[in-house]
């Protein structure tokens, strides 16, 4: 099939078959990312304890850094990808791809040196300083291994994002889940069977972190219509700046989510110490149901994402009657999903916090309030989400930026701190139903705002 075939899907496909093309596979990719965290919350649960657990959950700033740089550095590639080939500029299509492998190597291996040198001090700031010594010993172990990793992480989502806009999701999904089929494989064997401890998880996620790269690595040489080089891959400072602004918003919602967890790390210590639950039980118990949400943020970054190529495609090919059907498509799905999610939630509770070992009466209160109250109108992300990537999709990275990091920052904070000062540890819980919906009420302003341009857009064709 030829390049300009291959693309015209993009344009006369339906739009449901397109996003089931493009969006499940995208989907797959994101929940195994998060599901690589939480298989090792499981076995580090089930064979290390609540210590263990409230360890990782200490180190998690180090892995949403570096997914912040490396998502932005994804989709920012992708993004500006997909709208050079709408624009049949080849060429620069292959500068994009090029520039994006090499940068997401670089900005991985530095991240991996930087936070080796200061790996303490990090620690520290992430609340490390209040918790159990043994807590503290298991998250550097935790850490300092799991850092190899990152480069790794970069470059396989960089590469796995142009095989998706390339017309292959599947290919990328497949190389995600063999990497997370590896990794609960030798999760099982190195922390249950070798009794190996968080070390053992944090062996297991770099390997199957490292599977993934092999295999996306090996679909370079299949890309159609464009060819990786050499040549393509000298970082280019005109290159590099088109596409990074685009990824901002990405870029952001995962720095906003750095911010957030440091700064919930230290208010759950701190208030956690001063109640009757103590400094590591709230660390653990809401650092869990975090990142068991995370598989419904997944869910509707993948929804976006997925839809990235359709958007991009014809927003630059000026289609922008497919372009509102598309993302009409997207918030719908969801929506719906996100109230399955939430539904589960609220009825599975306390089945979802057995998975992660069996702890005290103490724990399971506090575990059970946190999944009841901070996920409360959590099936909102379903139209919050998706929008601020569709705001990327078509080149508008400020209003993107907006629309993540009211949700995250704007709001999130200031609340947790407010309800944590007023009602101490559990008042950080209702800090996520405040956020989502203000944030919720913001995006849409900025939606009726893009859709009242591209209404008028789509009367000028018509005229």
């Known amino acids: 099939m030829s390049q300009n075939n291959s693309l015209a899907m993009f344009e006369t496909e339906p739009i449901g078959k397109l996003m089931t093309k493009f969006a499940l596979p995208a989907i797959a990719s994101m929940v195994v990312n998060s599901i690589y965290n939480i298989v090792d919350q499981v076995f580090i649960g089930q064979g290390v304890g609540m210590l263990g657990n409230a360890a990782t959950n200490l180190t998690f700033p180090f892995v949403t850094f570096s997914m912040a740089i490396g998502t932005m550095i994804a989709d920012g590639c992708v993004a500006y990808f997909s709208l050079k080939l709408g624009e049949k500029n080849y060429s620069e299509a292959e500068k994009a791809m090029g520039n994006g492998i090499s940068i997401a190597l670089m900005a991985g291996v530095l991240m991996t040196l930087l936070m080796e040198i200061f790996i303490d001090a990090i620690l520290v700031l ?64 190195f922390v249950l069977g ?25 679909y370079i040489p299949r890309l159609k219509g464009v060819k990786f080089t050499l040549e393509c891959a000298v970082p280019r400072r005109k290159t590099a700046f088109s596409f990074l602004p685009l990824g901002i918003s990405s870029f952001f919602t995962q720095f906003a989510s750095t911010v957030v967890v440091i700064c919930m790390n230290n208010l759950l210590v701190s208030y956690g110490a001063q109640s009757v639950y103590g400094a590591d039980i709230p660390l653990a118990a809401l650092g869990i149901v975090m990142k068991v949400n ?68 103490l724990y399971n209160q506090f575990a059970l309030k946190c999944f009841h109250i901070f996920l409360g109108v959590i099936f909102i992300v379903g139209f919050v989400t998706p929008s601020g990537i569709f705001f990327q999709s078509i080149g508008k990275p400020v209003k993107a930026m907006i629309s993540t990091m009211t949700r995250q920052l704007i709001y999130f904070l200031p609340a947790a701190f407010i309800l944590a000062g007023a009602m101490g540890v559990e008042g950080l819980l209702y800090a996520g139903p405040v956020s989502d919906i203000l944030s919720a009420i913001t995006v849409v302003i900025l939606i009726f705002r893009e859709m009242a341009i591209i209404n008028r857009d789509i009367k000028l064709q018509d005229a």
């Open 126 to 189: 992430c609340g490390g300083s209040t918790v159990d010594p043994q807590t503290y010993e298991f998250a550097k172990q935790y850490a300092r291994i799991t850092l190899i990793g990152i480069p790794f992480v970069c470059v396989s989502m960089t590469v796995n994002s142009i095989i998706r806009a390339q017309g292959n999701p599947k290919y990328a999904m497949f190389s995600n889940l063999a990497g997370c089929f590896l990794n609960i494989i030798l999760d099982a064997w």
């Open 194 to 218: 070798l009794e190996m401890g968080v070390a053992g998880a944090a062996w297991a996620t770099i390997i199957g972190q490292a599977l993934n790269l092999v295999l996306a690595l090996a």
């Open 294 to 361: 995370s598989i419904i943020i997944s869910v509707m970054i993948g929804l976006g994402i997925g839809s990235q190529p359709i958007v991009g495609y014809n927003y630059g090919a000026k289609n922008y009657k497919r372009v509102k059907a598309t993302y009409i498509r997207t918030i719908t799905v969801g929506l719906i999903v996100g109230v399955i999610g939430w539904g589960c939630f609220q009825l599975f509770t306390q089945q979802i916090i057995d998975i992660f070992g069996q702890e005290s009466e």
